[in-house]
């Protein structure tokens, strides 16, 4: 005797050819030459605000708005496909209550030999669309803790300004001790400080100063790094003095372990520079890190640092800077043997 596969205890139940079109995560509707709907899935009859059985007894020429190709005559193929199947383009759609739909649709035509020729439209709502891509877009230039301009973001900015020929101060922003806060605090404390000191440093940019919005850029490189480009005014020693009076008052964390606030005071190493017009991003970038360095090695030393380093002693515009990474190595290895005890 024949069993029902899907009432076979043995036999796992397998969902319906419907039900997965259901699971889809996009609209699917199927019509003949004639119009008549004769299948659609759930996501399609959400987007338009209709229960499926009701679409089911509706031409396709209800929900496409009349202003599309093909919606006087859907007796062939050809008015809604043309010659070959559409990529995905703009289309409209007809909500239940009378409203447009903006959808990206792609129609195909499903046949053979032996059955009537049908129609396959899919659609995804425009609007959704682009807001996932704003959304990944935003995510690839954006770092996700502080909501700032992530490197990538930097790049493309300081790109951008290169290209314009415009002037600009850049300030590398480099907090001390950072390290001891994660594991005093927990991370997220450290994260609260990060998250804290990302918005003093937007205030000082723009709210202090009345700078507009565009003329002012602050990004999180790195950990507990920063940068600020700012082009009106593009005064390096100004910048330098904004962000650091920023840091004066006490930042609040919240303490992991006892749930306390705990209030911190938050120095930082600045190395701030005027971007020169023949600098590439990662050399403007690789400046300020030399003037960050000397900035922080003077504060070790109890010796005033260079309010702005000498473009003429970085480099030439036909040479390419040494990695900024190996140059931390290096540095680190000399001050590590700096400071050990005499023998």
């Given at each position: 005797?024949?069993?029902?596969?899907?009432?076979?205890?043995?036999?796992?139940?397998?969902?319906?050819?419907?039900?997965?079109?259901?699971?889809?995560?996009?609209?699917?509707?199927?019509?003949?030459?004639?119009?008549?709907?004769?299948?659609?899935?759930?996501?399609?009859?959400?987007?338009?605000?209709?229960?499926?059985?009701?679409?089911?007894?509706?031409?396709?020429?209800?929900?496409?708005?009349?202003?599309?190709?093909g919606h006087n005559d859907l007796s062939t193929t050809g008015s809604l496909c043309g010659n070959a199947d559409l990529l995905m383009?703009?289309?409209?759609?007809?909500?239940?209550?009378?409203?447009?739909?903006?959808?990206?649709?792609?129609?195909?035509?499903?046949?053979?030999?032996?059955?009537?020729?049908?129609?396959?439209?899919?659609?995804?709502?425009?609007?959704?669309?682009?807001?996932?891509?704003?959304?990944?877009?935003?995510?690839?230039?954006?770092?996700?803790?502080?909501?700032?301009?992530?490197?990538?973001?930097?790049?493309?900015?300081?790109?951008?300004?290169?290209?314009?020929?415009?002037?600009?101060?850049?300030?590398?922003?480099?907090?001390?001790?950072?390290?001891?806060?994660?594991?005093?605090?927990?991370?997220?404390?450290?994260?609260?400080?990060?998250?804290?000191?990302?918005?003093?440093?937007?205030?000082?940019?723009?709210?202090?100063?009345?700078?507009a919005p565009n003329s002012c850029l602050v990004a999180r490189l790195a950990g507990d790094e920063f940068v600020v480009?700012?082009?009106?005014?593009?005064?390096?020693?100004?910048?330098?003095?904004?962000?650091?009076?920023?840091?004066?008052?006490?930042?609040?964390?919240?303490?992991?372990?006892?749930?306390?606030?705990?209030?911190?005071?938050?120095?930082?190493?600045?190395?701030?520079?005027?971007?020169?017009?023949?600098?590439?991003?990662?050399?403007?970038?690789?400046?300020?890190?030399?003037?960050?360095?000397?900035?922080?090695?003077?504060?070790?030393?109890?010796?005033?640092?260079?309010?702005?380093?000498?473009?003429?002693?970085?480099?030439?515009?036909?040479?390419?800077?040494?990695?900024?990474?190996?140059?931390?190595?290096?540095?680190?290895?000399?001050?590590?043997?700096?400071?050990?005890?005499?023998?």
């Amino acid at each position: 005797m024949e069993t029902d596969d899907r009432t076979d205890p043995q036999t796992p139940l397998l969902p319906t050819p419907t039900e997965l079109l259901d699971l889809l995560p996009f609209g699917v509707l199927v019509h003949d030459v004639s119009g008549r709907i004769v299948q659609v899935n759930r996501p399609f009859a959400d987007l338009l605000g209709y229960p499926s059985a009701e679409l089911l007894k509706l031409n396709a020429a209800s929900v496409i708005h009349p202003d599309e190709p093909g919606h006087n005559d859907l007796s062939t193929t050809g008015s809604l496909c043309g010659n070959a199947d559409l990529l995905m383009t703009k289309y409209r759609l007809v909500h239940r209550d009378g409203h447009i739909v903006l959808v990206r649709a792609r129609h195909s035509r499903v046949a053979d030999d032996d059955s009537p020729q049908l129609v396959l439209l899919c659609v995804q709502e425009w609007a959704a669309e682009h807001e996932q891509i704003a959304e990944l877009t935003w995510a690839a230039y954006h770092d996700g803790l502080t909501g700032l301009v992530n490197r990538a973001g930097l790049i493309r900015h300081l790109a951008q300004l290169q290209q314009e020929g415009r002037e600009a101060a850049v300030a590398l922003i480099d907090l001390n001790g950072f390290k001891a806060v994660n594991d005093s605090y927990g991370h997220s404390g450290g994260d609260d400080c990060l998250r804290a000191v990302a918005k003093r440093l937007t205030a000082a940019v723009t709210e202090k100063t009345g700078d507009a919005p565009n003329s002012c850029l602050v990004a999180r490189l790195a950990g507990d790094e920063f940068v600020v480009v700012r082009t009106e005014p593009a005064d390096p020693v100004a910048l330098d003095q904004l962000i650091r009076q920023s840091l004066v008052e006490p930042i609040g964390i919240r303490d992991s372990q006892s749930d306390n606030r705990i209030w911190l005071t938050v120095s930082a190493a600045v190395g701030s520079v005027a971007r020169q017009q023949w600098m590439d991003p990662e050399q403007v970038l690789d400046w300020a890190d030399r003037q960050m360095y000397a900035d922080k090695a003077a504060t070790r030393s109890g010796r005033a640092a260079p309010s702005t380093a000498d473009p003429a002693t970085f480099a030439i515009p036909t040479q390419r800077t040494e990695p900024t990474v190996r140059q931390r190595i290096r540095r680190w290895h000399e001050h590590s043997r700096s400071e050990l005890p005499d023998s």
